[in-house]
């Protein structure tokens, strides 16, 4: 009866204005069955990490178009564990060069997604860390 | 109810607290049904019931979270602490949801003091999830003075918001005019305060006035307040009609003087107010309207008898809960129905006869239905 779902937070830190990749993202994990919560443009690190702890989230997925990765998920990422959400998978996509993508996963950030990725890559991604991490503690 | 198990002692602990953490776990216990949510929610009962809940419905796009971001914004300005649960529809194909109502309260959403939950209605279908009640009861408990909750964007049967607040706002535009008409039979019944949100777009008054006059005529003053039409002022030939003496209606005549004499506190004469959320517009009046219905509330009893109503519905709705639970969950539900489905697809046997056996297994029943 209960049905655990998985709860995606898809949010846009930062100054560009570009949301087409998150929207499409966000519709993506909709429409494989999770709870998407979309926060919109705009967002300071700080918005995210308290939406994310309001929304007890099992996944927070950035998309960051505008060059300043290596300063926005390292700021999320400090601000998740100072909050105490240690148990929450930091992921999203952008344009970010594979050296950058590995430095981030180094300090603790999931995989990234560059472009041209299909979209179930990124839903397959999730699932698999959610079976892994998350279904068995609930 | 029996005793609290170390990881939900902890839980609640965290919670009394203060820890928006332990807030944020305790929902998503109550919405996933975590085994032992409900000791949780039986142990902070006695918490709840201290907040105002305000209920915001209303078609899609008639700004209800804008609404709600700016009555939080004032009232965080206040000093008051916040809570809003927030629900948006469950796709019924895939089960997933796009919960967006956040975009919408942005600066709140950065701020400690507004605590916002997103929540999908997963299949339920009467405007909110069916466990958005026992989340603003959390949040009641948790301290908040005032709890919006906001549906999903209704049609005109999405009616349970009535029954979950102390106070219901009903948000329309000047487009939705036309279809005013249609919502009589459903929203307008359950509207305290009406809103023509927009207002600063063409035809909102006439969209106020038409309002004011459906609500008129249901409060069966259809002919109070029409300004001298003709030459002829209605208002005046009705209050000589109705006057004592002169023939009219015994019964008009009992109800006019039960008026007159303060019987005032025991109706709610609901107000049409018009706002531009966007703009902050309006504001300031909703929000003295909200608080002068609390206070009818408290004044009437009608809070009480409606907290009454509720604790009520609640144990009603807990048992149906439980009984599911108890049928598909733990018990032989399912699997009394995979042994009868070749009967059932063949038609040797009827869904009745398996649900009769199903129901059976639970033990005789007493033979009153």
Do not use: C
């Amino acid at each position: 009866m209960s049905e655990r779902k998985i709860r995606v937070l898809v949010g846009k830190p930062g100054l560009d204005g570009h949301d087409r990749g998150a929207k499409v993202v966000a519709a993506a994990l909709r429409d494989a069955g999770m709870e998407v919560i979309y926060t919109g443009l705009h967002q300071t690190p700080e918005q995210i990490v308290n939406a994310a702890v309001q929304e007890d989230v099992d996944v927070v997925a950035l998309s960051i178009l505008s060059g300043a990765h290596m300063t926005l998920f390292p700021r999320v990422l400090k601000l998740l564990q100072e909050a105490g959400v240690d148990h929450v998978l930091l992921t999203g996509g952008g344009i970010i060069p594979s050296e950058d993508m590995e430095k981030l996963q180094v300090m603790g950030v999931g995989r990234l997604f560059g472009p041209g990725t299909s979209t179930s890559e990124a839903v397959d991604y999730i699932r698999e860390w959610f079976a892994e991490h998350r279904a068995a503690d609930e | 109810m029996t005793e609290l198990r170390p990881s939900e002692r902890e839980l609640l602990n965290a919670f009394q607290a203060g820890e928006a953490r332990a807030l944020a776990r305790a929902i998503s216990w109550v919405e996933n049904a975590r085994p032992g949510f409900e000791r949780l929610l039986s142990a902070l009962h006695d918490r709840v019931g201290r907040a105002q809940r305000i209920g915001i419905t209303g078609p899609p796009g008639a700004g209800k979270s804008t609404l709600i971001h700016a009555l939080a914004q004032v009232v965080r300005g206040n000093g008051e602490q916040v809570g809003v649960v927030a629900v948006d529809p469950t796709s019924p194909f895939t089960g997933g949801a796009l919960l967006g109502d956040r975009i919408r309260m942005t600066s709140a959403a950065g701020d400690d003091g507004v605590f916002i939950r997103s929540m999908a209605s997963r299949g339920s279908v009467g405007g909110l999830a069916t466990t958005s009640r026992e989340v603003a009861d959390l949040m009641d408990a948790f301290g908040f003075e005032r709890v919006f909750v906001e549906t999903v964007g209704v049609g005109q049967s999405e009616l349970e918001i009535a029954e979950a607040a102390d106070t219901t706002v009903v948000v329309l535009t000047p487009e939705s005019g036309d279809s005013i008409q249609a919502m009589k039979a459903g929203l307008m019944e359950i509207a305290d305060i009406i809103v023509v949100n927009k207002a600063d777009r063409p035809e909102a008054a006439r969209a106020a006035g038409e309002l004011k006059t459906i609500l008129r005529i249901r409060q069966g003053k259809a002919f109070d307040r029409i300004p001298a039409h003709h030459g002829v002022d209605l208002s005046e030939i009705t209050r000589r009609k109705l006057a004592p003496g002169s023939g009219g209606e015994p019964s008009s005549t009992a109800g006019e003087a039960a008026e007159a004499s303060g019987a005032e506190a025991k109706e709610w004469e609901i107000p049409v107010l018009l706002t531009v959320a966007q703009e902050g517009e309006g504001i300031d009046g909703l929000l003295a309207v909200l608080d002068a219905h609390f206070e009818w509330l408290g004044r009437s009893g009608v809070l009480e008898e409606r907290r009454r109503q509720r604790l009520l519905e609640r144990v009603r709705a807990v048992v149906d809960r439980g009984l599911r639970t108890r049928v598909w969950r733990e018990g032989d539900g399912e699997a009394i129905l995979e042994r009868a489905r070749a009967d059932l697809e063949s038609g040797r046997r009827t869904p009745y006869d398996v649900a009769g056996e199903i129901l059976g297994a639970l033990g005789p029943g007493s033979g009153k239905g």
